[in-house]
Nanobody, 122 residues
Framework: VQLQASGGGLVQAGGSLRLSCVAS????????VGWHRQAPGEKRELVAS???????NYADAVKGRFTISRDDAMNTVYPQMNSLKSEDTGVYYC?????????????????WGQGTQVTVSS
């Protein structure tokens, strides 16, 4: 399963961005999804996730500002990011896990997108 992330860019502090991550392949079911970010010189960290039953989880730094959602019909995951701060700058990666059909049967997958740059100017 391949993931294609998009929607990053340059935005002023206080602004908003909506990223998207589209999963392609013979997907049967999407379970957990998540968005991670990696700031320059820092480790990659989880900022938002959504369980298979729709329970969201947010890092403290983004609570109240980010909202993660998913459209299973489109195999797409979105984080709506509002009130952006300079510390939100980084490369954002999506992660999706689920099951897909392979030539030899049904298998689990855990895929990562290529990352999309978000830069927040103060």
């Amino acid at each position: 399963v391949q993931l294609q992330a998009s929607g990053g860019g340059l935005v002023q502090a206080g602004g908003s961005l909506r990223l998207s991550c589209v999963a392609s392949g013979t997907i049967l079911r999407i379970n957990g999804v998540g968005w991670h970010r990696q700031a320059p010189g820092e480790k990659r960290e989880l900022v938002a996730s959504l369980t298979g039953v729709g329970n969201p989880n947010y890092a403290d730094a983004v609570k109240g500002r980010f909202t993660i959602s998913r459209d299973d019909a489109m195999n797409t995951v979105y984080p709506q990011m509002n009130s952006l701060k300079s510390e939100d700058t980084g490369v954002y990666y999506c992660n999706v896990e689920g099951t897909h059909r392979r030539y030899n049967g049904i298998q689990r997958f855990n895929s990562w997108g290529q990352g999309t740059q978000v830069t927040v100017s103060s």
